[in-house]
């Protein structure tokens, strides 16, 4: 094992060495799609409880199979997105997320997805919104933005928040064909099997370097 730990706060960033699925085939069509079910879909973030226990105010780290393939889908329908809208085939991001203790294991997720779909990634680790969407902003390599996040709603939930260089979250003009994207990533086992695929085989070396290089950014981001 090789976890990687924030040296301000002493919380685990993540572990490069750990890949997010056992195998390929342990999780099905029928499970991914009951836990879509109760997932908020709308232009100011989607969310759903993804602690594992399924418990609103539980403050466990982990999160389901079936939500690990979600946050995978969630990561590849925006990689794509901002392809389309920046016109880059390799464009650069910021993600960040609020203190919810299943943060990192969404994001280990995402970040995988993004390194397989060909993003470069600035991690932020533990920030707040308005951080983060002002570091977005003012970045100028910064192509957009994923916010982990679940807003007001108690600790157990989580999801996310979408945004391009601006820094402010997409409209609903944008997240109307984003959320039916992000519905038929999810729809067929051929799907499934590719985020898992994609996710696991995320180059090692890659996932470390955006874990280590993350206080940097942190520290830019004050």
Same mark, same amino acid.
């Given at each position: 094992m @090789?976890?990687?730990?924030?040296?301000i #706060?002493?919380?685990?960033?993540?572990?490069?060495?750990?890949?997010?699925?056992?195998?390929s085939?342990?999780?099905?069509?029928?499970?991914?799609?009951?836990?879509?079910?109760?997932?908020?879909?709308?232009?100011?973030?989607?969310?759903?409880i993804?602690?594992?226990?399924?418990?609103?105010?539980s403050? #466990?780290?982990?999160i389901?199979?079936?939500d690990?393939?979600?946050?995978?889908?969630?990561?590849?329908?925006?990689?794509?997105?901002?392809k389309?809208? #920046?016109?880059?085939? *390799?464009?650069e991001?910021?993600?960040?997320?609020?203190s919810r203790h299943?943060? @990192?294991?969404i994001?280990?997720?995402?970040?995988?997805t993004f390194?397989?779909e060909?993003?470069t990634?600035? *991690?932020?680790?533990?920030s707040?919104?308005?951080e983060a969407?002002? *570091?977005?902003?003012?970045?100028e390599?910064?192509?957009g933005f994923?916010?982990? @996040?679940?807003?007001?709603?108690?600790?157990?939930?989580?999801?996310?928040?979408?945004g391009?260089?601006?820094?402010?979250?997409?409209d609903?003009?944008?997240a109307?064909?984003?959320?039916?994207?992000?519905?038929?990533?999810?729809?067929?086992?051929?799907?499934? @099997?590719?985020?898992?695929?994609?996710?696991?085989n995320a180059?090692?070396?890659s996932?470390?370097?955006?874990y280590?290089d993350?206080?940097?950014?942190?520290?830019?981001?004050?």
């Amino acid at each position: 094992m @090789s976890i990687i730990v924030d040296k301000i #706060t002493g919380f685990k960033i993540g572990d490069p060495e750990v890949k997010p699925f056992i195998t390929s085939e342990g999780t099905t069509l029928n499970d991914v799609q009951e836990s879509l079910k109760p997932m908020i879909l709308s232009a100011s973030g989607w969310r759903k409880i993804f602690a594992k226990n399924g418990d609103e105010e539980s403050t #466990t780290e982990e999160i389901s199979q079936a939500d690990k393939v979600i946050s995978c889908a969630m990561a590849k329908v925006f990689a794509d997105f901002v392809k389309e809208k #920046t016109g880059k085939e *390799y464009p650069e991001i910021v993600l960040a997320q609020d203190s919810r203790h299943t943060g @990192s294991a969404i994001a280990d997720a995402m970040i995988r997805t993004f390194i397989t779909e060909g993003l470069t990634v600035q *991690y932020l680790f533990i920030s707040a919104a308005p951080e983060a969407f002002c *570091y977005t902003k003012a970045n100028e390599l910064a192509d957009g933005f994923a916010y982990i @996040s679940a807003s007001h709603n108690p600790i157990g939930h989580n999801g996310v928040k979408f945004g391009l260089s601006t820094g402010g979250v997409i409209d609903g003009s944008m997240a109307t064909p984003l959320i039916e994207q992000f519905k038929l990533a999810l729809s067929t086992k051929e799907a499934i @099997s590719a985020l898992i695929k994609g996710a696991n085989n995320a180059n090692i070396e890659s996932v470390k370097k955006i874990y280590t290089d993350s206080p940097q950014y942190i520290e830019a981001a004050k």
